[in-house]
T-cell receptor, first 113, second 112 residues
Framework: DAGVIQSPRHEVTEMGQEVTLRCKPISGHNSLFWYRQTMMRGLELLIYFNNNVPIDDSGMPEDRFSAKMPNASFSTLKIQPSEPRDSAVYFC???????????FGSGTQLSVL | DQQVKQNSPSLSVQEGRISILNCDYT??????FLWYKKYPAEGPTFLIS?????DKNEDGRFTVFLNKSAKHLSLHIVPSQPGDSAVYFCAASWSAGNMLTFGGGTRLMVKP
């Protein structure tokens, strides 16, 4: 099993640009999570999906952030427009159920200049 | 308000000695606790978990202790090895089906 696959690994962009992060969960996992890691706040949950349906997006910072899961094998996290304070490592994770242990991808290091 | 807190951002230990990482939580509904380990440039990986019906769970060199009355858990690594150097995250959830809440992490450095 390839595990959770995220792309790109690194993204450098300028303030105001649109950024799209991608995730392929482990096949057969029903729950998908987007996390953001920062020095100040550690690992914070942004949104999670169960069976491709967004269940809780209360962690999404503001309207500039949006996430989709069009099918069981693909999800995107979009930031439009991006701001320097969005700079962080963004992780995608999946699990069999929402309370089972999570399997994380390697993350996307986002730098907004 | 952080429901799961790791108050020590870093910890340095000599190889062969015991490492103790601490975690406190505020939500009494939490009944399932996990520790994750994260190496640089990688995602966190599951290490060990404990249910609230237990107060101890052991897996090789790793033991997690849970003190429900104090809302405190700890991870013991003995003996510590240089390869244990990583960031350790504590996480909690409750069986009503809610997702994990993570602490801020503790960076462990094991010196040879």
């Amino acid at each position: 099993d390839a595990g959770v696959i995220q792309s790109p690994r690194h993204e450098v962009t300028e303030m105001g640009q649109e950024v799209t992060l991608r995730c392929k969960p482990i096949s057969g996992h029903n729950s998908l999570f987007w996390y953001r890691q920062t020095m100040m706040r550690g690992l914070e949950l942004l949104i999670y999906f169960n069976n491709n349906v967004p269940i809780d997006d209360s962690g999404m910072p503001e309207d500039r952030f949006s996430a989709k899961m069009p099918n069981a094998s693909f999800s995107t996290l979009k930031i439009q427009p991006s701001e320097p304070r969005d700079s962080a490592v963004y992780f995608c994770a999946s699990s069999l159920t929402r309370t089972e242990k999570l399997f994380f991808g390697s993350g996307t290091q986002l730098s907004v200049l | 308000d952080q429901q799961v807190k790791q108050n020590s951002p870093s910890l340095s230990v000599q190889e062969g000695r015991i490492s103790i990482l601490n975690c406190d939580y505020t939500n009494s509904m939490f009944d399932y606790f996990l520790w994750y380990k994260k190496y640089p440039a990688e995602g966190p990986t599951f290490l060990i978990s404990i249910s609230s019906i237990k107060d101890k769970n052991e897996d090789g060199r790793f033991t997690v202790f849970l003190n429900k009355s104090a809302k405190h858990l700890s991870l013991h690594i003995v003996p510590s090895q240089p390869g244990d150097s990583a960031v350790y995250f504590c996480a909690a959830s409750w069986s009503a089906g809610n997702m994990l809440t993570f602490g801020g992490g503790t960076r462990l450095m094991v010196k040879p």
